[in-house]
């Protein structure tokens, strides 16, 4: 839209400065401080003017709506420690389907090649090592798989895994978690980060990913905060808990039903 505004300095000389600006319509608002949102008017606005006014009207900095609830206290960062899949996961049913069906499709458009451009390939074939030929792949199952170990990472080498503990004081299962400080000097990905620490220590290597948390979900029950989700790679040690916890297991997407409720687990394979 086509703006129209007007400024005018403090008498004083200061920097401050207050004017207003008209958008097509009718619509103003002011300005004042050095540019900070002031008011908004309601003169010859319409309906999409007084929307907007309606919708951020109590909030001076205008970033959240007027609907949009605010966290519940206290915020507490979570870290998701997952090891990234080792081998290619099987094909879905579908591909499998997909693949025969585009077999049989190239197959109708092949054409037999000249004897003289097929020997060549024939005689180099010759040339390679015969030991070549026995390669075996390695099975996707693992004895870990056959024994239900959960405590090793050589199990469900085709899927996420996802490192669960258990307080060692409240016996509870979940990912290693710390209270944000209220006094807002620390980040929610460095409490996260403490919290692992404090978890395995120096145990195990780890990539953080991103800085800002996969998402949220609040406390069981209301008042008792929110939590954050931050994730981490495992990228190389052994796993070796500290004293504040006393138990720990690596589980897939669907096993960690075993520890959360039906809706805490669906929106954590939603953000895994």
């Known amino acids: 839209q086509a703006l129209t505004s007007t400024s005018a300095s403090s008498e004083s000389g200061g920097l401050a400065s207050a004017g207003s600006c008209r958008g097509r319509g009718g619509f103003e608002w002011g300005f004042a401080g050095g540019g900070s949102l002031a008011g908004v008017s309601f003169r010859d606005a319409g309906p999409r003017g007084a929307s907007f006014v309606r919708r951020y009207r109590g909030n001076a900095r205008g970033t959240r709506p007027r609907d949009v609830r605010v966290a519940d206290r206290p915020l507490i960062a979570n870290m998701i420690v997952e090891r990234l899949p080792v081998v290619t ?140 989700y931050h994730r981490a790679q495992w990228l190389e040690g052994d796993l070796r808990l500290t004293e504040k916890y006393s138990d720990f297991k690596w589980l897939t997407k669907d096993e960690l039903g075993e520890h959360f409720d039906e809706a805490h687990h669906k929106f954590l394979k939603d953000i895994c």
């Open 89 to 228: 996961p099987a094909p879905e049913a579908w591909e499998v389907e997909y693949q025969s069906w585009s077999a049989e499709r190239r197959a109708k458009f092949l054409r037999e090649l000249p004897e003289d451009l097929v020997d060549p390939k024939g005689e180099f074939e010759e040339l390679q090592d015969p030991e070549e030929s026995k390669f075996v792949p390695a099975s996707r199952t693992t004895e870990a798989d056959a024994s239900g170990d959960t405590k090793t990472l050589r199990r469900k080498l085709d899927q996420f895994l996802f490192l669960v503990v258990q307080d060692a004081a409240t016996k509870q299962w979940g990912f290693p978690k710390e209270a944000n400080p209220e006094d807002g000097v620390q980040t929610m990905r460095a409490t996260a980060k403490a919290a692992m620490d404090a978890c395995v220590g120096d145990s195990i290597e780890t990539f953080l990913v991103g800085n800002a948390p996969a998402g949220h979900w609040p406390e069981p029950n209301r008042g008792g905060g929110t939590n954050f």
